[in-house]
């Protein structure tokens, strides 16, 4: 069973031909600027994260503006404003983060191109596009890729831009990206702490974001003593994958880059488990899992049902995914970076009680 | 020898306004059996439907608007040629908005560009268009599309916008330049949403900075450019998938950069 096919193993001969002398050719156009800006990766390599412009950059007056006046008064503000840096938004930190990590990869691994590579994933018009490219270079960030689809849906993009996480504020987006099998989060504005500049922090959710929610469907719908013993018959059986776990799959791959340098106590990206599940009972199935998949996690935390909050304000994370809302807000209220994962029956509940669903928008 | 016929059926053009697209007829239409009276569509159909829908809606901005495409079909092929008449009546079975028809031999078809001041020659041929590029008409290679669409989408390649102008401006580039200035003015009678043209920018080698700088370049020119895709290196297909424009143009050097 092959998972996380993400970045083809194989392309068509003639595509490469053509790929190759592109590549060559960015490569040269980089190694000419006098400015060392480091080049992008080469995407089938990388571990490609998608942004949007509004959770990349600050962008709640600017979407006011949006809302009230319209698209055409929208675009004007953006065009006046160019030469305004926006401020940092709620992916901001990951991203300078993910920029640490690579800084320290490239000095350990010069000529590799397993790093992680940042696109600007937009359906902004290519005009306020301008005031973006300005931002970027106002804080240095190294974004050299980006999409700006003038409204058109950016999921053809991300596939073709082979995505391995996609961040942004729109949920109906997120959805339909995880829909098409890409890791996506809708991730929500707070008012946060300085976080660590020199280790990313990656938390997860277990049930429905790194596995499936089979889990969760049977608490949901049986209630928590089956859903006990349920895991402890099934102690050894793997939980099904859910849709982040791929993306904890190639942080491993690049944290395990450090331990071949011996930086195994230096390792710039750290990431933690955070789930409700119990030690004593349903947490070894996970454990267990994780085993299975060869995947490490460098903390497991299990609450036994205790809030989420005070331990994530312990972390500090530079973004942390859950599937329920109720826990995002929670985070969030504490001034955690939280990110929904829009998969799985936790969509149906609010605090334990099924929601009634809207009709489907045609 | 080059002879021009007007299609009767359609208001011709105000000479000094319009944006002169020349079409190979080759690629508009395809042969079918031999006993039929008309071709069937071809490549370059859907591009021709996507012009009218431009000019239609120009024209319902404007009733008296002189800056609309003028589609000339062009016939290059000698075995084409014998059959002008099912040409002509091929195209006024489908409606199609062309004014007028030029008949050439290989030999001269450029001669046939520039005396019909063409300012987009578009062929499926791949020889056709760099020899028309090299006399100093902007040129496109055409494609077949898997879906293509209603929207009429043009990708400006802008590696080569920013090339500093050492020496003389080829003629192409200033082709380019002046087609460009056109379509950005077109583009302009059209609100931000429900344009039924896009212009897209993309650039394939140079970062964030490449893009930007052909954005404001562009601007400059009266071009205001919809989509911008800064690729830096990444696959070019699976993109091209998925912006399906109707053709690419590079600055006047399309077809030569290969």
Known sequence: KKMCEVKPNNSAPTEDIGAERDWAATKAFFDSLKTNKPRPPKPQYAVTIAVSSRTLFDMVAERKIYEDEGLEQYVAYQVEHENDPLMPGVAFPFVKALMNVNSRLRKLYPDSEELFDIVLMTNNHAQVGVRLINSINHYDLTIERFCMTGGKSPIGYLKAYMTNLYLSKDSEKVTEAIEEGIAAAT??????????????????????VLFSDESEIIVKQHGLDTFFEHEKEFENKPLAQGPLKCFLEALGKLQRKFYAKNERMNCPIRTYLVTARSAASS?????????????????ALFLAGAPKGPLLQKIKPHIYFDDQMFHIQGANEMGTISAHVPYGIGQKYHKGKLIEQPAKKE | MVSTIQNTDVKQKDA?????????????????????????MGVAFPLLQALQRVNERLLEENPAESLLF???????DSQQQQQSSRIISSTRHYGLEVSRFCFSSEEDFVESLQKNNVQLFLSTDRN??????????????????????????????????????????????????????????????????DSPLSIVL?????????????????????????????????????????????????????????
């Open chain 2, 70 to 76: 003028d589609v000339v079909l062009i016939t290059t």
């Open chain 1, 187 to 208: 991730m929500f504005m707070t008012q946060t702490e300085t976080l660590s500049e020199t280790q990313l922090r990656v938390a997860f959710d277990g049930d429905a």
């Open chain 2, 128 to 193: 056709e268009v760099p020899q028309a590029s090299q006399k100093g008409v902007l040129s496109a290679l055409l494609d077949r599309q898997e879906a293509p669409s209603e929207q009429l989408r043009v990708m400006f390649c802008g590696d080569a916008v920013n090339r500093p102008d050492a020496g003389p401006m080829p003629a192409s580039r200033q082709a380019a330049q002046s087609f460009s200035a056109q379509l950005g003015e077109m583009r302009q009678r059209f609100g931000m949403s």
């Open chain 1, 283 to 299: 947490g070894a199935r996970v454990l267990k899992t994780l085993r299975s998949w060869g995947l490490e996690i460098d903390e």
């Open chain 2, 202 to 258: 993309m650039t394939s080698h140079g970062g964030r900075e490449s893009c930007g700088g052909a954005l404001r370049t562009l601007r400059s020119r009266g071009v205001n450019v919809d989509e911008a895709y800064c690729l830096a290196g990444a696959p070019l297909s699976p993109i091209l998938s998925v912006v399906r424009p109707h053709f690419l143009l590079s600055d006047g050097f399309s077809g030569l950069e290969d």
């Open chain 2, 16 to 40: 000094d306004r319009a944006v002169v697209v020349a079409v190979t007829s080759r690629a508009v239409f395809e042969s079918g059996a031999d006993g039929d009276d008309v071709y069937g």
